[in-house]
């Protein structure tokens, strides 16, 4: 059952990193495109990938990943690291699926040196789960005190909050 759910959790993991990896590189070309058809097609393409592949793969991802969690160690200081990396991967997803609406309008490009930030930071993002999940150790760094402390982030974000909190 195990052995199942890892295949299931790798595969859907593999799927789902390499939409987010080459996404961008669909959205630089949006600025070559200057037939109607042709965006249309495009378009179609890009939304199918998003919506049809790439956000079911990382459903079943992350719900495999859950799965496992409740039957392996995960009190481990270097899964924490991993699923903060995993959010990360999750916030790429949404502002993935923002670029797909608004790219589409009139007008619209997707820079190259925003295709190469994302890109590379996606790339990076995906590296770093790869090293903790094989290495299975968490770096060095650590919180500052006032993190864990009850009250502490209040403490330390209330001279830039401009409201004040009743």
Known sequence: M??????????????WTAGLISLPSLYVQRA???SRDSLYRMQR??????????????????????????????????????LGFVAL????????GLVIIRLFKDGEVYPLWRFLTATASCCAVVLAILFLVLAKEAPGL???????????LKRLLD???PWTTP
């Open 2 to 15: 195990i052995a199942a759910l890892k295949l299931v959790h790798i595969a859907a993991i593999a799927i």
């Open 45 to 82: 393409m890009v939304r199918f990938s998003y919506v049809a592949i790439i956000s079911p793969a990382a459903f079943f991802a992350v719900s495999s990943g859950i799965a496992l969690s409740f039957w392996r160690d995960v009190f481990a200081p270097w899964f924490s690291w991993k």
């Open 89 to 96: 991967l999750a916030m790429f997803h949404v502002f993935s």
């Open 32 to 34: 070559h495109i200057t």
């Open 159 to 161: 001279p830039f909050n």
């Open 142 to 152: 650590t919180l500052p005190p006032v993190m864990s402390e009850p009250g502490g």
